[in-house]
């Protein structure tokens, strides 16, 4: 695939018409998303990870009452995926996946369950072996009905790959896990504002700062790294949301241009993407503007590879919306809007 033609794949809820996993094509010189088709049939795929190389997506899955990660291989030139093999617990599905920079790795995140898992990959073929590791978080937060328990809602990895961090939404907190052969031990947490409920999180380029999507407040949480010892220390909390928002909003998303001059963060309810410039000497956030998603209940987003648009996915009103990004300022503007249904996660080949 020519880098003006960028490959992209959806991942989705099959509780309504979508089929499983789907893929498109944004054509950056005519600025428009082209073949949104099917690429894999499977239950609920509702989060996707690709290894670096582009040879493999690993996708969230339910099978009956278990759940838990597939493998699949990208199929070129059709673009569609062909099975490798699947791990499967008792319990929910998870609700998020990652992958290691190396294809060595793969991480789960637990919302049900309060749990993260980790599975080692064959480097030759992509399979997944059975989970090496399985931890269970514990605890509660102050939200009687979002954080009666444990909710993990993210796992991934630091940029120098030798931590795991979780954010746990039930319980405020990050907790990082030091990886050895697949092996995760903690080594390290972070509470954060109590009933704030943490939900995705990205390094800056520089891998000092982190920003953290607050699902519950609608923040964002600017924190430094240390890449020592694993741990996390708080700089600032930014509202995403106009201070005049009362109805309800539940943050979701977060990115950050490659450059790190500008992060980017979703908000369902609100249905806008806020945009905030960054302050390189500190890591500290400056709104910029709050754009309208055109649809509802805005479930992640992404920045293209050339990062000259962006593309958000709305769950409720299923379609998938086409922005061009003013590189120097960060700001956005609508270009198109494609169907795509129940969608949920959204990623592109790596280039």
Not at 107 to 134: F, P, Q
Not at 176 to 197: A, F, M, W
Request: proline letters at 4%.
């Amino acid at each position: 695939m020519n880098n003006s033609k960028l490959l992209g794949y959806i991942g989705t809820y099959t509780r309504g018409d979508s089929e499983g996993i789907y893929k498109f094509t944004l054509d950056t010189q005519i600025a428009t998303i082209k073949e949104v088709s099917l690429a894999a049939k499977l239950d609920n795929p509702t989060y996707l990870a690709i290894s670096e190389d582009n040879q493999f997506l690993y996708s969230v899955i339910k099978k009956g009452e278990s759940g838990g990660v597939a493998a699949f291989s990208i199929n070129y030139p059709t673009n569609s995926l062909e099975a490798i093999n699947s791990q499967v617990l008792d319990g929910a599905s998870p609700c998020h996946v990652s992958i290691d920079k190396t294809n060595q790795m793969v991480v789960t995140a637990n919302y049900h369950k309060g749990t993260i898992e980790s599975y080692i990959v064959n480097r030759e073929n992509g399979a997944l072996d059975s989970a090496t590791s399985i931890i269970e978080h514990k605890g509660s937060g102050p939200n009687k009905e979002r954080q009666e328990k444990p909710h993990t809602h993210y796992a991934g990895f630091t940029p120098e790959h030798k931590y795991v961090v979780a954010v746990d939404l039930g319980i405020d907190q990050l907790i990082t896990y030091k990886v050895s052969r697949g092996i995760l031990t903690e080594v390290n947490r972070l509470s954060v504002q109590p009933g704030s409920g943490p939900r995705h999180l990205v390094f800056h380029p520089n891998g000092r700062y982190v920003y953290v999507m607050t699902e519950l407040s609608s923040q964002v949480i600017v924190l430094t790294y240390n890449a020592e010892n694993g741990g996390f220390k708080e700089v600032q909390y930014i509202s995403t949301i106009p201070n005049e928002c009362s109805g309800n909003n539940q943050g979701s998303a977060i990115h950050i241009s490659s450059d790190g001059r500008f992060v980017y963060a979703a908000n369902r309810g609100h249905n806008s993407i806020a945009v905030f410039s960054v302050n390189q000497d500190s890591g500290e956030l400056t709104f910029v503007e709050s754009v309208y998603t055109e649809g509802d209940w805005p479930r992640d987003f992404i920045l293209d590879p050339t990062e000259k648009f962006l593309i958000v996915i709305n769950e409720r009103t299923s379609n998938l919306v086409l922005f061009s990004r003013d590189e120097s300022h960060g700001r956005l503007k609508l270009l198109q809007s494609d169907v795509v249904p129940d969608p949920v996660c959204v990623k592109f080949l790596n280039i």
